[in-house]
């Protein structure tokens, strides 16, 4: 049975990552920080049989080079083959570091895992020429690092129980001192979990019209979130909003998308939505292929009527 070691600084990523790993084999969990005893039971719920628990004070901040001298010290100790870790903005810096300690290959951005006939290695899928094709990708090394993007496993307990086993750190003084914290301006958005979503793209020609669409999301309890062109490109709202293949994957109820044109790296963030429904002035804009209802039409007209009526009911 293939051996896997899970870790992610996000809790809920490293739950859904639990609960497929223990499809595929043996699954075990690295925790890791200055002070993290308290945790180890949430992660028996979700199926880790070991929770590998690397205390050390140098662990309070996030520092890629620390966490990965750590994790591959945890992944050495647990004999896993493959270590799962969460492909979140932290999760990625760490994997190819990971891998470069435990001398493997790494793959990151995954958006499945199997084992082929049964046996490992793992093989991860991953979007690839731009979101146009999914390939397969098979790491030869003895052991994988693979870094799985978050939400794309559902997090299922199990209510199990386990063992906990302390590992004994060497780590060296942390190359970067952080001599200031600064709090973000603006609240982060949590388009991942929101229920209701409204996108916005480049259809509005003025940042300033954002405001309809704010209004629009009002009006439904909604949060709002945006295509590349407009948080990468024009800064008009925080890359936190972003929905795609280089952003969020969002599953909301209900999705309604405004000004989009739907190209296929945007897509791969809304697939898991249950209702789409598109608002664009072109017949033949490629988001009407996956919308559940479309409306032709101008944006700034619509878009108003759209709020009287919500605001009626
Ligand atoms: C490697 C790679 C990764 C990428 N990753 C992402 C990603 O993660 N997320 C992402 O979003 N994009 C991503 N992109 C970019 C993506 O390919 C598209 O360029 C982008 O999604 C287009 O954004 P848009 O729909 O806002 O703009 P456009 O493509 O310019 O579309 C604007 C749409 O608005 C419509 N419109 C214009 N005026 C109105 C109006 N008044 N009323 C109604 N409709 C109107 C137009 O008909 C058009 O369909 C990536 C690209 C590459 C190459």
Request: hydrophobic share 45%; charged share 25%.
């Amino acid at each position: 049975m293939t051996q896997i070691l899970v870790f992610s600084e996000q809790d809920s990523v490293a739950f859904e990552l639990l609960s497929k790993a223990r499809e595929l084999g043996a699954a075990s969990v690295a925790v890791m920080g200055a002070s993290v005893g308290a945790k180890a039971s949430d992660y028996f719920a979700f199926g880790g049989q070991k929770v590998f628990v690397g205390e050390d004070a140098r662990l309070a901040d996030f520092h890629a080079d620390m966490y990965a001298d750590a994790l591959a010290q945890i992944a050495d100790a647990s004999g896993a083959q493959t270590v799962l870790i969460g492909s979140t903005k932290r999760g990625k810096e760490l994997a190819g570091r990971v891998a470069q300690r435990l001398n493997c290959g790494a793959v990151t951005d995954a958006i499945g895992l199997e084992l082929a006939a049964g046996k490992p290695p793992l093989q991860a899928q991953r979007y690839a020429l731009g979101g146009n094709t999914v390939a397969t990708d098979v790491i030869t090394s003895a052991r994988q690092v693979i870094a799985v993007m978050p939400r794309t496993f559902e997090a299922s307990r199990t209510g199990g129980t386990g063992e906990t086993v302390r590992i004994e750190l060497k780590l060296r003084e942390p190359r970067v001192k952080i001599v200031e914290r600064k709090q973000k301006a603006a609240a982060v958005a949590n388009i991942e979990s929101a229920l209701t979503l409204v996108v916005v793209g480049r259809g509005f020609s003025k940042q300033q019209d954002l405001a309809l669409a704010n209004e629009l999301a009002k009006a439904l309890q909604a949060e709002v979130g945006c295509t590349r062109t407009i948080a990468a490109d024009l800064h008009w709202l925080g890359e936190e909003r972003m929905v795609g293949i280089s952003g969020k994957k969002c599953k909301p109820r209900l999705m309604l998308s405004i000004g989009v044109s739907g190209q296929i790296q945007h897509t791969v963030g809304i697939l898991g939505s249950k209702v789409i429904v598109a608002i664009n002035k072109d017949k033949a804009a490629p988001i009407f292929k996956i919308a559940d209802y479309g409306i032709v039409g101008d944006l700034y007209q619509v878009v108003p009527k759209l709020i009287e009526r919500i605001g009626k009911r």
